[in-house]
Every structure is written in C-alpha cells, then in structure tokens.
C-alpha cells in the first residue's frame, strides 16, 4: 500500500484510496515495479492519490506546457501526461531512475510529449530562461532536492504564465516542519520556504 497521510486515520484513507481514483494500470504497473527493483527508495515515489490529483489539475488547467524537477521513475510525470495534452520538461540527475521512466512513457504511448534533461535542476531551469521560455509554462512540479527548492521555486515564478501554478511536494515534510525540535538540512529549507511562500502578497 502507498505512505499514509497525516492526521488520517488508516479507515479513512482506504475510504479515500478505494473511491477517490481509479490508478490506470500502466500507473499501477510503474508503482509496482519501482518498489520491486528499488526497495526503500521506491519510498520517493508520489502516491497514487496525489499522482490522481495532479493529472486531474494538469487537465482542468488545460496544461499545455509543464516542468518537473525531479522525475526519478516517472510516475508523476506520467500521471500528469495521462491527466492532461501537455508537454512535459522533465529534469532528474539518475539515469538509472529514470530509464525506467523513459520505458513507462513508451509503453504508455507518452513519449512524445515528455523532454528529460538529464541535469541538475538549477541547469534546466538557466537553459530554458535562455532559450526564452520565461512565462510559457502552465505548471511547475517541484520534487527534487530539497536545499534546492528555493532556487526551483524562484525559477518557476519566472517561467510560469501569469495564473501558472507552482506544486511543491513534501510541504509537511511527514509533519517535521511544525516541529522546532527538527533542525536537519533538508527540513530547514522546506521551513524557510514555506514561510518565504507565506510572506508573499
Ligand atoms: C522524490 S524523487 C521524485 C519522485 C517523482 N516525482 C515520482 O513521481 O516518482 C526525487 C528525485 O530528484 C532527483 N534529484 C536529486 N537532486 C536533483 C537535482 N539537483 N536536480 C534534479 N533532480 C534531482 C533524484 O534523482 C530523484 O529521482
């Protein structure tokens, strides 16, 4: 089964899970062969609930044009290509990762429509500023690094359209931003911009 939510209760969320979505079976086959072939690291992979909802924003956006930082095995970028008629720039440092991503987007007939630069998020961010791509993108999917998303997060505000949309995972951080005693790399910067976002006008 995929991570639980907090503050659901394990009820509540099966609820959730068993009426909220139907996972189209190329999705389910990625998440099943992801966590076959790379154990705990399968653990980075979205859930399906939220891989449902950001094909669902994806199409009623009616996205043409959307960026990912962090692809690893592809599922939330083939969701959102499943959900939507957008095409997807998507950048990840693994090759590994994302060769299977590259397998799932042929079998799913998506691969087309799917760009992976395979380079570090900061460098596709600068390479499609250069290439004039500031304010083209509908959505922006942050999912990578975490000390890197504040530099990800100012440089989708650049390339989104105006009314584009930043999605930013792992927000709560499995509850360890509400919690001062956590004072780790990755959990500080998620602080810091959550509380940069929140100052914003
Ligand atoms: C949490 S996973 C992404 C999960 C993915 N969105 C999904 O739906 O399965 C994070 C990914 O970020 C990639 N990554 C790490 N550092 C990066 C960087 N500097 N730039 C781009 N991607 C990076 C990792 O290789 C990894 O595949």
Known sequence: MSKTSIGLSGNV????????YNEPAILAELRTETT???GGNAAMQIAPEQGAFMGIIA????????LEIG??????????????EAHIHAADVSEEWTAIAR???TKAGVADRITLSLAG???VIEDLLGKGRAGSFDICFIDA??????AYYEGALK??????LVMIDNVLWDGDVADPEKRDADTLALKALNDKIKARP
């Not at 199409?59 to 959307?66: H, P, V």
């Not at 692809?71 to 939507?84: E, H, V």
């Not at 690094?145 to 504040?150: E, N, T, W």
């Not at 390339?159 to 584009?164: E, F, I």
């Open 36 to 38: 076959a072939k790379l």
């Open 13 to 20: 969320l099966s609820y959730y899970q068993a009426h909220a």
């Open 145 to 150: 690094d975490k000390s890197g998303y504040d």
């Open 159 to 164: 390339l989104l359209r105006p009314g584009g």
């Open 103 to 105: 397998r799932y987007w």
């Open 71 to 84: 692809t690893f095995t592809g599922y939330s970028s083939l969701a959102m290509a499943l959900g939507s």
């Open 59 to 66: 199409g009623a956006m009616n996205a043409r044009a959307i």
């Open 121 to 123: 998020g900061n460098a």
